[in-house]
């Protein structure tokens, strides 16, 4: 398979903010790799035996529940212990493993920040394909400037897949995914946005790029908690005007 290229990512604090609960929590991070760009249609094809229309290109269409299993089966490739297991439609993290996965929200926002602290971490027309390119389907990766973390494209060309769950308590099994498309205005296109989907859900305009890192612990790492998620799906608390809960 051709190679993922990751950089190393130091650790950090990132503030995340939970606008349905109306809570900012600082989050401190270890060490983590980050793929340098989104997984390409090239890497996806190889894996999965398939052509790749456009290797260079974002690989798109891609669900969540996919991402997921091509981390797996980049693992095993590589002979690294898989970060997850699968019970039917449950998803399970070893957050021990060192295998391939998803990056936590936390990490992606502290990654694409790069210690910047604004909405962007250069002028947008520099570092982002959006709306404002006219183009129709993602272009190549690599082909703006990159963070001061060496990462291409984390904001603008796609929107990339985290692990975390969005608002369980409205949404359920959705899950995150930032960074904004090649189709957004620039207020989309912010380090701090949040969007999501359900697992299986696919977009034209929705990849992922692949995380490295074990941490010590079970069921809690780099600012997710299994436990924080079942806390956030309790509908409970302030609602915000216009507000349902899940049914």
Same mark, same amino acid.
């Given at each position: 398979?051709?190679?993922?290229?990751?950089?190393?990512?130091?650790?950090?604090?990132?503030?995340?903010?939970? &606008?349905?609960?109306?809570?900012?929590?600082?989050?401190?991070?270890?060490?983590?790799?980050?793929?340098?760009?989104?997984?390409?249609?090239?890497?996806?094809?190889?894996?999965?035996?398939?052509?790749?229309?456009?290797?260079?290109?974002?690989?798109?269409?891609?669900?969540?529940?996919?991402?997921?299993?091509?981390?797996?089966?980049?693992?095993?490739?590589?002979?690294?212990?898989?970060?997850?297991?699968?019970?039917?439609?449950?998803?399970?993290?070893?957050?021990?493993?060192?295998?391939?996965?998803?990056?936590?929200?936390?990490?992606?926002?502290?990654?694409?920040?790069?210690?910047?602290?604004?909405?962007?971490?250069?002028?947008?027309?520099?570092?982002?394909?959006?709306?404002?390119?006219?183009?129709?389907?993602?272009?190549?990766?690599?082909?703006?400037?990159?963070?001061?973390?060496?990462?291409?494209?984390?904001?603008?060309?796609?929107?990339?897949?985290?692990?975390?769950?969005?608002?369980?308590?409205?949404? &359920?099994?959705?899950?995150?995914?930032?960074?904004?498309?090649?189709?957004?205005? &620039?207020?989309?296109?912010?380090?701090?946005?949040?969007?999501?989907?359900? *697992?299986?859900?696919?977009?034209?305009?929705?990849?992922?790029?692949?995380?490295?890192?074990?941490?010590?612990?079970?069921?809690?790492?780099?600012?997710?908690?299994?436990?924080?998620?079942?806390?956030?799906?309790?509908?409970?608390? *302030?609602?915000?005007?216009?507000?349902?809960?899940?049914?």
């Amino acid at each position: 398979m051709t190679d993922i290229e990751l950089a190393r990512i130091p650790g950090g604090t990132v503030t995340l903010h939970d &606008a349905r609960r109306k809570v900012r929590r600082d989050v401190e991070l270890e060490p983590f790799e980050l793929g340098v760009y989104a997984v390409t249609q090239e890497q996806l094809a190889e894996l999965l035996g398939e052509a790749a229309r456009r290797p260079r290109r974002p690989a798109v269409d891609v669900s969540w529940q996919r991402a997921i299993r091509f981390c797996n089966a980049a693992s095993e490739w590589e002979g690294l212990d898989p970060a997850y297991a699968f019970d039917g439609e449950d998803v399970t993290w070893h957050v021990d493993a060192d295998g391939y996965r998803l990056p936590t929200e936390a990490e992606w926002e502290h990654a694409c920040r790069a210690g910047s602290t604004g909405p962007h971490y250069g002028p947008l027309a520099e570092v982002a394909w959006t709306s404002t390119d006219g183009l129709t389907e993602p272009a190549e990766v690599g082909g703006r400037l990159p963070n001061l973390n060496g990462l291409f494209d984390t904001l603008g060309n796609v929107w990339e897949w985290c692990w975390d769950l969005l608002d369980p308590a409205r949404y &359920a099994d959705y899950r995150v995914f930032r960074g904004g498309g090649f189709a957004d205005d &620039a207020w989309s296109v912010r380090a701090s946005t949040r969007r999501g989907g359900p *697992p299986r859900s696919h977009h034209d305009d929705v990849g992922f790029r692949v995380a490295r890192g074990g941490f010590d612990g079970e069921g809690a790492a780099q600012g997710w908690s299994a436990r924080v998620d079942a806390e956030r799906a309790d509908p409970d608390g *302030p609602l915000p005007l216009g507000w349902t809960p899940l049914r």
